[in-house]
């Protein structure tokens, strides 16, 4: 592994973790690990802290980040940290030299499985290693979007003299404006919307964006989640349990149409007409998670899909199959949505829902 590609990972999982790394940062760091190398944990270490960490709670969670994404390693989990890592190897590389009993072969193993889980498709992992991979999608760290509002209130920013209350305070000084004070406009949250299909096409990936969604209502609370197919079912209740594999079970038994056909369009339109439309989808962040396919009038889905886009503030449409570098939105429904959404992003990996956190925490902000 390259000191590019470390950096990468690390700095991905820390900054959904909450760690705040600038740009400049993983810059330096990726010049540092060229010039000390990346086999010494130690080192590798040190370094990172050094430059990442600005404080001490940036050092509680830079240590729990850098432990998981090197060992996989969650709270609470007792581990014990080798003095140096190997990153160049594979354990398929070493069946015939003996090596796969070492302690080294060992860590290598199991820095590889950690590092495969976040890059590979979810589609071809055991089903171990699937629940392992949810397992990481449920620790993920959501803020919710932010917008301004029209309305000012107080603060201690001078973005706007706060006049009425500056004039009652010159009272007492002579009509001298000698203690002033100003106005900012607030912040609110703006409201975060998952449709999910759940089709036959979709149904290798419908349990992990689940789970994504489940993680995201779980950390904000304002977040309703849909699930698409033949029809429309509001699933936002039955995500509502600390646990995430009950959770799943009681979406099973909530959705009657999973793994079926898909009728894109009308589902979207049943849900602008009974949800959209009556306040849930204005001012949102709409996150559609689906391949494209739809058996459904073309038109109702334009139409449909016209009205979401007025209705939303974004339209955010994630689409597994968008992972491939030769990929192209043939698919009907996907070829009909394209013009009314903001961004169509991959998601096939622990990885690009990875991206997605960060795009959804910050999508809106300040606008």
């Not at 991905?12 to 790394?21: F, H, S, T």
């Not at 740009?23 to 270490?45: C, H, K, N």
């Not at 820095?111 to 071809?124: G, H, I, K, N, P």
Request: contains cysteine; aromatic residues 8%.
């Amino acid at each position: 592994m390259t000191p590019q590609e470390l950096v990468t990972g690390l700095v991905e999982l820390l900054r959904a973790r909450g760690l705040k790394v600038s740009p400049s940062s993983a810059s330096d760091l990726v010049e540092a690990l060229s010039l000390i190398g990346v086999t010494d944990e130690a080192l590798v270490r040190e370094a990172a802290r050094i430059i990442v960490v600005k404080s001490v709670q940036d050092d509680e969670v830079f240590e729990r980040g850098f432990v998981e994404y090197f060992y996989g390693a969650r709270d609470g989990d007792d581990v014990t940290i080798p003095r140096e890592i190997s990153v160049g190897l594979d354990s398929d590389d070493t069946g015939e030299s003996g090596i796969e009993e070492s302690d080294e072969a060992q860590r290598v193993v199991r820095y590889s499985a950690v590092e495969r889980l976040r890059t590979v498709d979810l589609r071809t992992l055991e089903p171990a290693e699937r629940q392992e991979a949810f397992r990481l999608i449920e620790q993920f760290r959501f803020s919710p979007p932010r917008r301004r509002s029209y309305r000012y209130t107080r603060s201690s920013k001078m973005d706007r003299l706060d006049l009425s209350r500056t004039l009652r305070l010159s009272v007492s000084t002579g009509g001298e404006l000698v203690r002033r004070r100003f106005q900012s406009r607030s912040v609110h949250y703006r409201r975060l919307l998952f449709l999910v299909d759940i089709s036959g096409s979709m149904h290798a990936y419908a349990e992990g964006l689940l789970h994504f969604a489940w993680a995201a209502r779980r950390a904000l609370g304002d977040v309703h989640v849909f699930t698409l197919g033949t029809r429309l079912s509001d699933v936002s209740r039955a995500l509502d349990v600390v646990d995430p594999d009950q959770a799943m079970r009681r979406v099973a038994l909530a959705v009657e149409d999973f793994a079926g056909g898909t009728r894109l369009g009308s589902s979207l339109a049943d849900f602008n007409v009974n949800y959209g439309a009556r306040g849930l989808a204005r001012g949102a962040v709409v996150v559609v998670f689906s391949d494209g396919w739809d058996r459904g009038d073309p038109q109702v889905m334009a139409e449909a899909m016209g009205r979401l886009a007025r209705l939303a503030h974004t339209i955010l449409w994630v689409n597994p199959l968008a992972a491939a570098s030769d990929y192209a939105p043939l698919a009907r429904g996907m070829a009909t949505a394209l013009p009314y959404i903001d961004a169509l992003l991959p998601g096939e990996s622990i990885r690009s829902f990875e991206q997605l956190a960060r795009l959804v925490c910050s999508e809106g902000e300040f606008s």
